[in-house]
Nanobody, 123 residues
Framework: QVQLAESGGGLVQVGGSLRLSCAAS????????MGWFRQAPGKEREFVAR???????SYAQPVKGRFTISRDNAKNTVYLQMNSLKPEDTAVYYC?????????????????WGQGTQVTVSS
């Protein structure tokens, strides 16, 4: 079992920045690819970013160049640095753990999920 807990969400103005954190406990964190997803009201949960065992990142097109995913295996934590935020980034953000080396862009491939943290971008 892996327990995930997100933090760092909040209210920010357009163009601002936030850094989300996801702390993991339980099984060996370094053996999981980690992902960030988001879900806006009335919409399906969508892929945002993922990072492999070997720290190789991948991003969804809408956030490429603005968001950065990183991990600190010593702290069992994955981060999502979000810059140049837009109103369409407003959503609940979830981190997830996938027991394969590279991770996936699909929710169905992730084994463990956090409870989510709200990000609201005001215009």
């Amino acid at each position: 079992q892996v327990q995930l807990a997100e933090s760092g969400g909040g209210l920010v103005q357009v163009g601002g920045s936030l850094r989300l954190s996801c702390a993991a406990s339980g099984r060996t964190f370094s053996r999981f690819a980690m992902g960030w997803f988001r879900q806006a009201p009335g919409k399906e949960r969508e892929f945002v970013a993922r990072i492999s065992w070997s720290n190789s990142p991948s991003y969804a097109q809408p956030v490429k160049g603005r968001f950065t995913i990183s991990r600190d295996n010593a702290k069992n934590t994955v981060y999502l640095q979000m810059n140049s935020l837009k109103p369409e980034d407003t959503a609940v953000y979830y981190c997830a753990a996938d027991g394969t080396p590279y991770g996936s862009s699909f929710t169905r491939d992730y084994d463990y999920w956090g409870q989510g943290t709200q990000v609201t971008v005001s215009s």
